[in-house]
C-alpha cells in the first residue's frame, strides 16, 4: 500500500517539473540580436523618471539606468540573455545572478508587470547609441 502511494506521488512529481520547466535558449546560437539598443523613460517614485537603455549585443547585454536629478543615480547593469523558446519573452541575467524578464514585442521592450500589459514600462527601439 504505501509504494503504491509512494509510486503515485513521484509520478506527480515528475509531470508536475515537466509541466514547469522553461526551455531557453542562447541568442548566439540563434543569431537573432546583432546589436539593437532599446530607449526610454520610464516612471519613478523619487525623481522625475528613469532614462532607460537596454543594448543586447549577440547573448549579452547591458542595462544602463539614470535616476533623472540624483545625484549618483546611474547604475549599468550586464550580463547574459537567453530566450524562451516559442515564445518572444527574454530573460536577463546580470553577473550576480539575478534574472530580470522581457517580451520583445515589434520594436519594443516591455518589462515589469507581465500580468497587466497597461502597468508594464516600454522601451522602444533605437537607433541612437547611448
Not at 503504491?4 to 548566439?28: M, P, Q, R, Y
Not at 546611474?74 to 523558446?85: A, W
Amino acid at each position: 500500500m504505501n509504494f503504491k502511494f509512494l509510486g503515485i506521488i513521484l509520478i506527480f512529481s515528475v509531470l508536475f517539473t515537466a509541466c514547469n520547466s522553461t526551455k531557453t535558449t542562447n541568442l548566439t546560437q540563434q543569431n537573432e540580436f546583432n546589436q539593437t539598443t532599446y530607449y526610454g523613460i520610464v516612471p519613478c517614485a523619487s525623481c522625475p523618471g528613469i532614462e532607460t537603455w537596454l543594448t543586447i549585443k549577440g547573448d549579452k547585454y547591458e542595462l544602463k539606468e539614470q535616476y533623472l536629478e540624483e545625484k549618483d543615480g546611474l547604475f549599468i547593469t550586464k550580463g547574459k540573455i537567453k530566450k524562451v523558446e516559442n515564445s518572444n519573452i527574454i530573460i536577463l541575467e546580470d553577473e550576480k545572478g539575478s534574472k530580470r524578464e522581457f517580451i520583445i514585442k515589434n520594436d519594443t521592450v516591455i518589462y515589469g508587470n507581465k500580468y497587466n500589459p497597461k502597468s508594464a514600462y516600454k522601451l522602444s527601439k533605437t537607433a541612437k547609441k547611448n
